[in-house]
């Protein structure tokens, strides 16, 4: 069975960077054509996709925010790590991450999300 | 980046109903086309890859058509587990983009 899991702080203040682990099972990220992104849902409003990571350490990143977002992997622990920086009220919002099988494939498997709020 | 435009944002259906939307993209994409379903609360669920691929476990009432610029997702009979907010996205390029989504209400 293949589940994700995202964790993280609840809470960050402005100016803050954020944390967030992606932990995995039931594949592994070493495998050709596997990748893990991060997308984000702010109350009310449509996804956004943030960035992905390649089976190959390749690392790819949404234009508008790239400046501020780093996204490892450690595939002995099956995480994938997000960073985000200089965190600002407007990055409010459930953080998401989820797998893709292989090109062209779509993100078949999701995990609950986590919410997080940025406030002072 | 590759701009993915959803019509109508909205709409309203009764049990039964065919329904349809549309998805555009800014530029060619191919068939690097994929459709989730979200409803409240919840994660979004993969419904359709490469614009007509019917992901495994998802009703057959679902189908998608389309390539290059503009694509479909319809709904051949609506079922009341359907009301839900749908999603375009495109893995053409190496930066991954979202419609705006579209949201079935109970009419």
């Known amino acids: 069975q293949v589940t994700l899991k995202e964790s993280g702080p609840a809470l960050v203040k402005p100016t803050q960077t954020l944390t967030l682990t992606c932990t995995f099972s039931?594949?592994?990220?070493?495998?050709?054509?596997?990748?893990v992104s991060w997308i984000r849902q702010p109350p009310g409003k449509a996804l956004e996709w943030l960035a992905r990571i390649d089976w190959d350490d390749d690392k790819f990143y949404s234009t508008s925010l790239k400046t501020r977002l780093t996204i490892s992997k450690d595939t002995s622990k099956n995480q994938v790590v997000l960073t985000m920086t200089n965190m600002d009220p407007e990055d409010t919002a459930t953080y998401y991450c989820?797998?893709?099988?292989?090109?062209?494939?779509?993100?078949?498997?999701w995990g609950q999300g986590t919410t997080v709020t940025v406030s002072s | 980046d590759i701009q993915m435009t959803q019509s109508p944002s909205s709409l309203s259906a009764s049990v039964g109903d065919r329904v349809t939307i549309t998805c555009r993209a800014s530029?060619?994409?191919?068939?690097?086309l994929n459709w989730y379903q979200q409803k409240p609360g919840k994660a979004p669920k993969l419904l359709m890859y490469d614009a007509s691929s019917l992901q495994s476990g998802v009703p057959s009432r679902f189908s998608g058509s389309g390539s290059g610029t503009d694509f479909t997702l319809t709904i051949s009979s609506l079922q009341p587990e359907d009301f839900a907010t749908y999603y375009c996205?495109?893995?053409?390029?190496?930066?991954?983009?979202f419609g705006q989504g579209t949201k079935v209400e109970i009419k």
């Open positions: 530029q060619s994409i191919g068939t690097y």
């Open positions: 039931g594949f592994s990220l070493s495998t050709t054509g596997m990748r």
């Open positions: 989820a797998r893709t099988l292989a090109s062209g494939r779509g993100m078949d498997v």
């Open positions: 996205q495109q893995s053409y390029s190496t930066t991954w983009t």
